[in-house]
């Protein structure tokens, strides 16, 4: 008997995104899985969209941390689309790094990062209805 399994596709709550400007552009980076823990990043299964996105040495895209050395400081975009975590290994998925954030909606805590440390186009919106 193969085995099965139920999962359900959507894009998430992308409430994050503060214009259309920059979605038909994502590009398609691959997730370092091993560097999203499981309580932080996906507790329910999915690493959620609008995650701030770091690259490191390798290449691959790890979570941003404000201030984090070895690459992690240094934005490079957002996780455009909710991700199913499956097994260890690594998964391609798609990433917005030009167009406008509301960084209220992010799904974690998020410092807007100085202008040495942000590879990305994204203009910053806060507060409530941006």
């Given at each position: 008997m193969p085995r099965l399994r139920t999962e359900q596709f959507g894009a998430g709550?992308?409430?994050?995104?503060?214009?259309?400007?920059?979605?038909?552009?994502?590009?398609t980076v691959t997730l370092d899985i091993s560097a999203f823990t499981e309580n932080t990043y996906w507790p329910d299964g999915y690493i959620l969209s609008g995650t701030p996105l770091?690259?490191?040495?390798s290449g691959l895209a790890v979570p941003y941390v404000s201030g984090g050395g070895t690459g992690t400081g240094v934005l490079w975009g957002f996780l455009f689309t909710d991700q199913s975590v499956i097994g260890t290994g690594d998964i391609p998925a798609p990433m917005l790094d030009h167009g406008r954030v509301k960084t209220e909606f992010l799904p974690v805590g998020f410092t807007v990062p100085t202008a040495a440390n942000n590879r990305t186009t994204v203009v910053f919106l806060a507060g409530a209805g941006s």
């Open positions: 709550d992308q409430r994050w995104l503060g214009s259309a400007h920059g979605i038909w552009e994502c590009q770091a690259r490191i040495a």
